[in-house]
Nanobody, 124 residues
């Protein structure tokens, strides 16, 4: 009984920024990990970042480290992904996912609930 809904995607020029949001509903989020993945056409879904509800610990893919920031607002049950210094290669559908575990995971199959995705397009 967990639902996640992404928003905040759009079309931006290289070097621009966006703030993606993931609104979650359900129960016992303190024991969950929230993750962001992305998928470009013709490519497999890849890990971007994750955060634990309990302690707010974060981890990032090397490709986005230093540019993207994941955070959460416990009162609003919302997770954010601030994406800065965007590059054309960041273009993808970005998905929010929920894992029913306090442990990090970077493979899509480890996550239990998924949003429908929000498109991020970065032009040169």
């Amino acid at each position: 009984q967990v639902q996640v809904v992404e928003s905040g995607g759009g079309l931006v020029q290289a070097g621009g920024s966006l703030r993606l949001s993931c609104a979650a509903s359900g129960r016992t989020f303190s024991n969950y990990t929230m993750g962001w993945f992305r998928q470009a056409p013709g490519k497999e879904r890849e890990f971007v970042a994750a955060i634990t509800w309990r302690g707010g610990y974060t981890t990032y893919a090397d490709s986005v480290k230093g540019r993207f920031t994941i955070s959460r607002d416990n009162a609003q049950n919302t997770v954010y992904l601030q994406v800065n210094s965007l590059k054309p290669e960041d273009t993808a559908v970005y998905y929010c996912a929920c894992r029913r575990s306090i442990l990090f995971a970077t493979i899509p199959s480890a996550y239990d609930y998924w949003g429908q995705g929000t498109q991020v397009t970065v032009s040169p």
